[in-house]
């Protein structure tokens, strides 16, 4: 079982302030705004704060990252929040299940951390 953050509108901005120009504030919320504005389209403020982390404070690549968003919002979760899991883990598994664990917590961890700083 992996964890899943808990985020909000608040913490997006706050990531957006953080990581962009000043002067850039406004387009990447517009670009955000993007994703979540179809009612299909699920967690809105974690995949955006997926996007961010995705785009490490490039403008283009967070249009990119909005874009597979759009096509399939699971893909920026998971390689936002277990970069790791996602990098060594095998499709159909092939770890133990401490090994699993240790890469689930590490992951989380990276992902708290990146979420936190100020």
């Given at each position: 079982?992996?964890?899943v953050p808990q985020v909000t509108a608040t913490d997006v901005e706050r990531?957006?302030?953080r990581d962009f120009p000043t002067e850039?504030?406004?387009a990447v919320m517009?670009?955000?705004?993007?994703?979540?504005?179809e009612k299909w389209q699920r967690e809105k403020h974690r995949v955006r704060l997926a996007?961010?982390?995705?785009?490490?404070?490039d403008q283009e690549e967070l249009r990119r990252q909005i874009e597979v968003a759009k096509s399939d919002y699971r893909d920026v979760l998971a390689?936002?929040?277990?970069?790791s899991y996602m990098n060594e883990i095998p499709p159909g598994g092939g770890v133990s299940?401490?090994?699993r664990r240790q890469i689930i917590d590490q992951d989380?961890?990276?992902y708290k951390d990146w979420l936190n700083r100020k």
């Amino acid at each position: 079982m992996q964890p899943v953050p808990q985020v909000t509108a608040t913490d997006v901005e706050r990531i957006v302030r953080r990581d962009f120009p000043t002067e850039s504030y406004n387009a990447v919320m517009a670009a955000l705004h993007q994703y979540g504005a179809e009612k299909w389209q699920r967690e809105k403020h974690r995949v955006r704060l997926a996007v961010l982390k995705l785009s490490k404070g490039d403008q283009e690549e967070l249009r990119r990252q909005i874009e597979v968003a759009k096509s399939d919002y699971r893909d920026v979760l998971a390689y936002a929040e277990y970069p790791s899991y996602m990098n060594e883990i095998p499709p159909g598994g092939g770890v133990s299940p401490d090994k699993r664990r240790q890469i689930i917590d590490q992951d989380w961890l990276q992902y708290k951390d990146w979420l936190n700083r100020k």
